[in-house]
């Protein structure tokens, strides 16, 4: 396994269009979360997923996000007419459940709307 | 205020010197979380604490639960410790973080 996988690295897109990014977990990893991180702060909650299930969103997630964990594998994240205050890095993190289990970050996938 | 502090945020030393960041919490905690970030984005892992204190190579965590504090240590700092250090609180249940905002470490040879 070779950790937390995130694509693409880097986007650029322009106002209104759609983007989406994937996230690889862990194989034997049931939960995974979506942070995203902007300059000089740090990563703030999107999204988290037992197994294919979306159990809880932040008000920070708007309409024009959606994020799917289809088959309790890989995860999409999609933001819809995106604005430039959706530039940020977005980052993906698994984890087991159950306590004292530690997370394992991707590289995050950067994006910039010009 | 808030749920996750951290002192400073800035920090520069001479290559060689003892380090500590410090992080205070408001929440109730699970376990506390201290993460490294190079530029570039990837997150890491140092360490996991619930209690007390842990050490790997020249890095230690210690955490004081009554205090809701947490520090982490480096000793004989290196210039490759360059990178941002965030402390992030896991409250339990759904295992999401609350993260600090991070200290900027610059190592001076």
């Known amino acids: 396994d070779t950790g937390v996988s995130q694509n693409p690295r880097h986007k650029i897109t322009k106002r209104g269009q759609n983007v989406t990014f994937r996230c690889d977990p862990i194989?034997?990893?049931?939960?995974l979360y979506w942070y995203r991180q902007t300059l000089g702060q740090g990563p703030e909650f999107l999204t988290y997923f037992q197994n294919e299930a979306q159990l809880e969103k932040s008000r920070l997630l708007s309409d024009r996000f959606s994020a799917e964990r289809p088959k309790g594998s890989f995860s999409t994240l999609e933001i819809q007419r995106t604005e430039q205050g959706d530039s940020a890095m977005y980052l993906c993190a698994s984890s087991l459940s159950g306590e004292g289990n530690g997370y394992t970050f991707g590289s995050g996938t950067r994006l910039t709307v010009v | 205020k808030n749920e996750v502090e951290q002192s400073p945020q800035n920090l520069t030393a001479q290559e060689g010197e003892f380090i500590t960041i410090n992080c205070s919490y408001s929440v109730g905690i699970s376990a506390l979380h201290w993460l490294q970030q190079h530029p570039g984005g990837g997150i890491v892992s140092l360490f996991m604490?619930?209690?007390g204190k842990k050490k790997h190579g020249r890095l230690i965590a210690t955490i004081n639960i009554q205090e809701k504090h947490s520090s982490l240590h480096i000793t004989a700092s290196h210039p490759r410790d360059s990178a941002v250090y965030i402390c992030?609180?896991?409250?339990?249940?759904?295992?999401?973080?609350?993260f600090g905002t991070g200290t900027l470490l610059a190592v001076q040879p």
């Open positions: 194989s034997e990893h049931n939960r």
């Open positions: 992030a609180a896991d409250g339990g249940a759904t295992n999401k973080l609350i």
């Open positions: 604490l619930s209690s």
